[in-house]
């Protein structure tokens, strides 16, 4: 069965840090992309960031570009999202996914985690 | 840069009826890269359609997905109790967008 556990929300000032993990389970992590996607409250879906099964490429939304990074650990089976310079608007709910097999960098999110959250005061 | 319109945006049915939802993007999707999700409250969402068409694993049969170019339906044949919930469509040809939403609550 596959599980994707998410951990690491917390309530951080603005300006802080945060580092996400997602410890993934019941497949061969190597072989899929990995994702966040977040949720603000009473909000929408919105992508945040992609890496690819080898970890060398990586996407990020324009929003969290150049503040956020996502990273890998094949060898754990973990995702990472570590999160600088945090602003009101990060405030959601992080999810954790996996990408399913299309063939290219973009594609559909065919697990999700539970999701964690991260409260930045305004 | 493709936008994702949902209509409408809330949509009331009783138990039994069909829902029929609707997800329109600016520019024409590729290849049908077209997928919907349901998120029921307190819940992570799930992948219900990919490829515009395909169920994902262990989806029931009342739901099915249409469409092509810039026009995408999701057809539920008739509601259960657990699927009144919020629903979003995501397309995933250039970048991954993805639709504000639809919510089917009980009339």
């Known amino acids: 069965e596959v599980q994707l556990l998410e951990s690491g929300g917390d309530l951080v000032q603005p300006g802080g840090s945060l580092r996400l993990s997602c410890a993934a389970s019941g497949f061969t992590f190597r072989s899929y992309a990995m994702s966040w996607v977040r949720q603000a409250p009473g909000k929408g879906l919105e992508w945040v960031s992609s890496i690819s099964t080898d970890g060398t490429v990586t996407f990020y939304a324009d929003p969290v570009k150049g503040h956020f990074a996502i990273s890998r650990d094949s060898s754990k089976n973990m995702v990472y999202l570590q999160m600088n310079s945090l602003r009101a608007e990060d405030t959601a709910v992080y999810y954790c996914v996996r990408k399913g097999k299309t063939g290219f960098h973009y594609g559909y999110f065919d697990y999700w985690g539970q999701g964690t959250l991260v409260t930045v005061p305004s | 840069e493709i936008v994702l319109t949902q209509s409408p945006g809330t949509l009331s049915l009783s138990p039994g009826e069909r829902a029929t939802l609707s997800c329109r993007s600016s520019?024409?999707?590729?290849?049908?890269?077209l997928a919907w999700y349901q998120q029921r409250p307190g819940q992570a969402p799930r992948l219900l359609i990919y490829g515009a068409t395909s169920r994902a694993t262990g989806i029931p049969d009342r739901f099915s997905g249409s469409g092509s170019g810039t026009d995408f339906t999701l057809t539920i044949s008739r509601l259960e109790p657990e699927d009144f919930a919020m629903y979003y469509c995501?397309?995933?040809?250039?970048?991954?967008?993805f639709g504000p939403g639809t919510k089917v609550d009980i009339k």
């Open positions: 520019q024409s999707v590729g290849s049908s890269y």
């Open positions: 995501q397309h995933y040809d250039s970048s991954f967008t």
